[in-house]
């Protein structure tokens, strides 16, 4: 009995525990609302992948995920846990607004495109940069300071779309002026809004699968588990923390380019639209490989192209199963970061506590 409770708190058994945990619960809740298993998942891979546009469409909301999930995944293995990829996303879009904006559309698509995409990417570093060193140099906890952040962008954005950037021809809902042409991202040619990041994430990919065989990645899994042991070998504290966040926030803020250029084509204040949270769970579902990333994220991204396929087809049980599902896949994944945390701490905690008490 021990020995299964060890086996338990693994990784991979933690996953497969979630995953069965998560799975009996959907179903449950499908059988609650009067539907049938078997015709829920025929309207599930119907809706998200039965056609070329329902293909379309769930390749273009995983994008932005995966590339949140490849630049968070490197913090996560450290074991430093940022949740900033919200409002990380949100500054990245509002800077290539701006940028955009302020120089119109007297310039090529190739010189454009590029300078958007590094426009949002430094803003998005930016943005964790005071997290980061509050974490390096003050031991200040990173889930509170990224999730602080996260609200700052989000009243930063409010204030600009009804102010500096708000559109001068006016408009019901707060929203920028249309991005110029140029900077916006060029549509595949396929049915649906699947657009030219699809390029870019497959690039990323295939980069993080080259690095991903060097001396880094054994660094963050051995900073993780023993930080002293990872500073003897050259990855102290502060190049652990620095590092990492300000890729994680990079790549947030090129995510926040990617929906607003690819898809929004405007700066609207539900331009994160949850994508930053989702990528950390995406990345610890896919055990922070670049491979499990993309599979991952196209799978969390079904849940909700697929859900009006599960409506559809059983009649009865409602379109919002698809946000339940992802919310139960959030859970898991914050439930894999906590164990492993709170089993790292509890040596710890049980030194400080007087002999009588341990």
Same mark, same amino acid.
């Given at each position: 009995?021990t020995d299964?409770i060890?086996?338990?708190?693994?990784?991979?058994?933690l996953r497969?525990?979630y995953?069965?945990?998560?799975?009996?619960i959907l179903?449950a809740?499908i059988?609650?609302?009067g539907?049938?298993?078997?015709v829920?998942?025929g309207?599930?891979?119907r809706g998200a992948f039965g056609?070329?546009?329902?293909?379309?469409?769930?390749?273009v909301?995983a994008?932005?995920i995966?590339?949140?999930?490849?630049?968070v995944?490197?913090?996560?293995?450290a074991?430093i846990?940022?949740?900033?990829?919200e409002?990380?996303?949100?500054?990245g879009?509002i800077?290539?607004t701006a940028l955009?904006l302020g120089?119109?559309?007297?310039?090529p698509?190739?010189?454009a495109?590029p300078?958007?995409?590094l426009?949002?990417a430094?803003?998005?570093?930016a943005?964790?940069l005071l997290?980061?060193l509050g974490r390096?140099?003050?031991g200040?906890n990173?889930?509170?300071?990224?999730?602080?952040?996260n609200?700052?962008a989000?009243?930063?954005?409010?204030?600009l779309?009804?102010?500096?950037?708000?559109?001068?021809?006016?408009?019901a809902?707060?929203?920028s002026?249309?991005?110029?042409?140029?900077f916006?991202?060029?549509?595949?040619?396929?049915a649906?809004r699947?657009?030219?990041?699809?390029?870019?994430?497959l690039l990323?990919i /295939?980069?993080?699968l080259?690095l991903?065989?060097?001396k880094?990645?054994f660094?963050?899994?051995?900073?993780g588990?023993r930080p002293l042991?990872?500073a003897?070998?050259?990855?102290?504290?502060?190049r652990a923390?620095?590092?990492t966040?300000?890729?994680?926030?990079?790549f947030?803020?090129l995510?926040g380019?990617?929906?607003?250029?690819?898809?929004?084509e405007?700066l609207q204040?539900?331009?994160?639209a949850?994508?930053?949270f989702?990528g950390?769970a995406v990345?610890?579902l896919g055990?922070y490989?670049?491979?499990?990333i993309l599979?991952?994220?196209v799978?969390?991204?079904s849940?909700?192209t697929?859900?009006?396929g599960?409506?559809?087809?059983t009649g009865?049980t409602?379109?919002a199963?698809?946000?339940?599902s992802q919310g139960?896949?959030?859970l898991a994944?914050a439930?894999?970061l906590?164990?492993?945390r709170?089993?790292?701490?509890?040596?710890?905690?049980?030194? /400080?506590?007087?002999d009588?008490?341990?």
């Open positions: 009995m299964l060890r086996s338990l708190r693994s990784g991979p058994a497969v525990t995953a069965l945990a998560g799975a009996a179903g809740l059988l609650a609302t539907g049938q298993l078997g829920a998942a309207g599930w891979f056609t070329g546009y329902a293909v379309s469409q769930t390749l909301y994008l932005p995966a590339v949140v999930a490849l630049g995944s490197g913090a996560l293995r074991g846990i940022t949740v900033g990829a409002g990380q996303m949100i500054v879009a800077a290539a955009s120089i119109g559309p007297g310039v698509a190739w010189i495109l300078l958007g995409a426009t949002g430094a803003a998005g570093a943005w964790s997290p980061a390096a140099r003050w200040m990173e889930i509170l300071a990224t999730l602080l952040a609200y700052l989000g009243y930063l954005l409010k204030y779309l009804r102010t500096d950037l708000r559109n001068p021809a006016g408009s809902t707060p929203q002026a249309p991005i110029p042409e140029p916006l991202l060029p549509q595949l040619p396929v649906g699947l657009h030219a990041g699809l390029l870019l994430v990323i /295939a980069v993080a080259y991903g065989r060097g880094r990645r660094l963050l899994d051995v900073y588990q042991l990872a003897r070998a050259g990855l102290g504290q502060t923390v620095l590092g966040m300000l890729v994680s926030g990079a947030a803020g995510a380019w990617m929906q607003l250029m690819g898809v929004d405007r204040p539900g331009v994160s949850g994508i930053g989702a950390i990345a610890v055990r490989h670049p491979l499990g599979a991952a994220a799978v969390y991204a849940l909700t697929g859900a009006n599960i409506q559809v087809a009865s409602p379109a199963v698809g946000t339940v139960i896949l959030l994944a439930l894999i906590a164990v492993p709170a089993r790292r701490r509890t040596p710890q905690i049980r030194k /400080a506590l007087p009588g008490q341990r």
